[in-house]
């Protein structure tokens, strides 16, 4: 499949949208230009990124051995094998998020899952519903794109599939930051789109990671037809705005939502001396829609 | 953790046999068997290092 650039060429023009770079200008257009236009990131990357990421493809391989006929027993040893060679002589200081918790991790999911009634749908093509890119025009101008997990069968209803890794407790509270949500909101209309599926939500599979267990639970957010459309509306309205962002070249700040946010050191400091510091504590790596890794 | 499953992990993974590799998903489910059963911390992986052994001071040796 052809990944498109991001941008329409030599422009701050953006056509090519994924839930992260459409979240971060939805956010603050000001992360956004720091995020997605200038490529700034964290000089360290996170433990949480490459604990999310092994664990991500940890559990697509086991999908994908268990639809090409494999036996449990064997598709986790598979899955170890790779685990344990992928992630040979990586140091995580973080006492939750390292290399055992990590396998630990990863058996206590297929344990607790193992009689699992979501079932990977099978495609068209004779393929698993398992790691499934997305490209699809929502206008002329704006191209989604993204990677969906897995396509399930649940209770006799196709639903996306997305596996989280967090620190927080699970219960009502953690799930209720999805409905509503960008990701969740995208990721069913790609499901409808991209895969000609009538998917009624994502079912969000939970782990939360302690230094001493490894807890799961599972949500349903499900979206209606009308609530797609309104997602629809105002992300065309989204990028629309980032296209006169672009046109003004001035990128606004939302000074309310920097709680959480990596470049609060940067914004809170005087315009004329942002860019030194900066420099100081970023690199620059671009984030390609097309591409994207997934995140916990 | 026991230290036979300590070894597992620190071995290089190219040598990692199927029966090692059984051997630590049985310890794992073991581990989550016993977290089930309400062991809170049953999925702990690292060894908490030994606490230094509480000596004496001889103040004589100060030479204060």
Known sequence: MNKPEAFYSGTMIQNVWDSTSLGWFKD????????????????HKSHHLIFGSYYHKALELYDLSRTEGAEHKKALRETLRWLFKITWGWESE???KNRETLVRSVVWYLD?????????????????????????????????????????????????????????TLGSHYFDRYEPDNQMSLYTLAGRIAYDTPVRGVIIDAAQIAVGFTRFDRAITYRTDDQLKE???DTILHVEQ????????????????????????????DPSVREAFLNSDFEKRRWNPSEGAKNA | MSTDISELFARDPESLTDQDLDTIVAHLQTLRAQFMLGAKTAGTMKKKAPKEKVTNIDLGELGL
Request: charged share 25%.
């Open chain 1, 28 to 43: 603050c257009p000001r992360k956004y230009f720091y995020s997605m236009i200038e490529g700034w990131n964290s000089k």
């Open chain 1, 94 to 96: 973080d006492t939750a």
């Open chain 1, 112 to 168: 607790h899952f193992q009689n699992d009634t979501a079932q990977t749908v099978v495609l068209s093509d004779g393929k698993p519903a398992v790691e499934l890119t997305f490209h699809f025009e929502l206008t002329k101008e704006i191209t989604l794109a993204g990677h969906l997990d897995r396509l399930v069968s649940f209770l006799d209803a196709p639903y996306i599939m997305d596996r989280k890794t967090t620190g927080t």
């Open chain 1, 231 to 233: 997602w629809t509306r």
């Open chain 1, 242 to 269: 980032s296209y006169r962002c672009a046109e003004k070249n001035y990128w606004p700040m939302n000074d309310k939502a920097c709680m959480l946010c990596n470049f609060k050191r940067i914004c809170s400091k």
